[in-house]
């Protein structure tokens, strides 16, 4: 088990590592988006973080797309108190910068890993704690013209959703391929893929992202509708860029498709153990589930490590007994629900349509379907093989529909796009 090692931090730290978030929906003002570095945690600090979701957020906990944890309803004079609590047990939180409208609150977000590293494939563990452990809490990197993104694939397939992050990294050999520039919201330029930069030898990967995080820092706008990164190297050019790049490191051409997105469900490790991926709906957790799944972890994985996933799921690595683990899980959750279905919080931001209550009206579609609030994408809908895009029009709630990157249908209601799915869960939508 791993032991937790409590850190007293001076309370102006707290200006760098941790915030609460704004809400604007379901009674909550704030929430708490809490860092976990590639998504992997122990049995033990998931088993903290349920106290603390009890403690602080009503008992209610969501996984995020960046493999984050976060509560709602935070009381924003407990702040400094649950920060502290968070640094008792080894976690930081996202910048989060809604109150600001200027450019230059951003940091650097979790980063998100494939949730096999170090079991299938590569391993980028020390490259995410690297990124990690520098870029967080560093008063050089907290005043970016915007948040930026990293994602970081060993397994070979596009399980980190390449297209959509600043940064993403493709294991390949000795040596990484680069995409930059996805983002996948409305803001200027618009919907972006990350496009193929180059391929990055992994010595040279860690001060390669540092000297893009560098250049992106001069970038000066002004407001935060065009202070994305995807902007920047719009702006700038990925000519440019490159050119600058290869004065500090050798960069080969590459071309290669990332491929689909998809989702590791169960299978071999290299090490002969087994992977178990339980699918959580719409990421939706509660303080007991949270512990049933430190508990089950504690029980049945080798390792005692848990690895979220970027699609709001839960992968237990390290397993001898996976058909034992199944049924301990099937106490607490539906093992059938579909792993590729997501959904964004988008009654918490305020807006006027539930995306992770209308969820359930497509479990029975067998594509990746993911459902977004509103034009930021923050669920991916862009990427899905069936993605919705809320919107809310002469008083009508409607939806343009998306698949595999293409707009294929625009203005629908809920129940014209629960046909348009080829199957629905069988409940009337209006």
């Not at 996984?63 to 509560?71: A, G, L, N, W």
């Not at 809604?98 to 650097?108: I, L, P, R, S, T």
């Not at 790049?245 to 490790?269: V, W």
Request: overall charge neutral.
């Amino acid at each position: 088990m791993e032991s937790t090692q409590v850190v007293e931090i001076n309370i102006d730290d707290f200006l760098w590592k941790y915030s609460l978030g704004r809400d604007d929906g379901m009674n909550s003002s704030h929430f708490l988006r809490i860092k976990i570095p590639g998504g992997i945690l122990s049995s033990e600090k998931l088993s903290k973080l349920a106290d603390l979701c009890d403690e602080y957020g009503k008992g209610y906990a969501e996984i995020t797309t960046r493999q984050d944890i976060q509560f709602h309803w935070i009381d924003v004079e407990r702040g400094i108190e649950i920060f502290r609590e968070l640094s008792k047990i080894g976690f930081t939180t996202d910048l989060c910068g809604q109150a600001f409208m200027e450019a230059c609150h951003g940091d650097v977000r979790n980063v998100v890993c494939c949730p096999l590293t170090g079991k299938t494939g590569g391993d980028a563990r020390k490259l995410v704690r690297r990124i990690t452990e520098f870029f967080s809490g560093n008063p050089a990197y907290v005043t970016l013209p915007h948040k930026f993104k990293i994602a970081i694939a060993t397994c070979g397939q596009n399980c980190v959703r390449v297209e959509a992050h600043d940064i993403s990294l493709l294991r390949r050999g000795s040596g990484y391929l680069v995409y930059l520039g996805g983002g996948i919201g409305i803001s200027r330029p618009g919907i972006r893929f990350a496009r193929p930069f180059g391929v990055i030898q992994e010595t040279d990967v860690f001060d390669f992202i540092k000297e893009i995080v560098e250049a992106y820092k001069t970038f000066r706008v002004s407001g935060k509708h065009e202070a994305r990164f995807k902007n920047f190297l719009e702006v700038l050019g990925v000519d440019a860029l490159r050119r600058d790049m290869e004065k500090k490191f050798e960069i080969k051409n590459f071309k290669l498709e990332p491929g689909k997105p998809s989702e590791h469900e169960f299978g071999k490790q290299e090490n002969g153990m087994e992977y178990f991926t339980l699918p959580v709906e719409s990421g939706v957790l509660n303080s007991e589930k949270l512990r049933a799944i430190a508990n089950a972890c504690e029980d049945f994985s080798e390792s005692g490590e848990i690895r979220l996933t970027p699609w709001q799921n839960v992968c237990f690595v390290d397993i001898t007994d996976v058909d034992s683990l199944k049924v301990e899980l099937s106490r607490y959750f539906d093992l059938n629900v579909p792993r590729m279905h997501l959904a964004c919080p988008s009654n918490f931001c305020g807006k006027r349509i539930d995306a992770k209550g209308i969820l359930p009206l497509f479990r029975k579609v067998e594509k990746s379907v993911a459902i977004s609030g509103c034009s930021n994408g923050c669920a991916c809908h862009i990427m899905a093989e069936f993605g919705l895009c809320a919107k809310f029009r002469k008083g009508k709630q409607l939806f343009d529909v998306y698949s595999n990157g293409k707009l294929i249908a625009e203005n629908l209601t809920l129940y014209q796009t629960v046909e348009l799915a080829g199957g629905g869960n069988g409940v009337k939508t209006g």
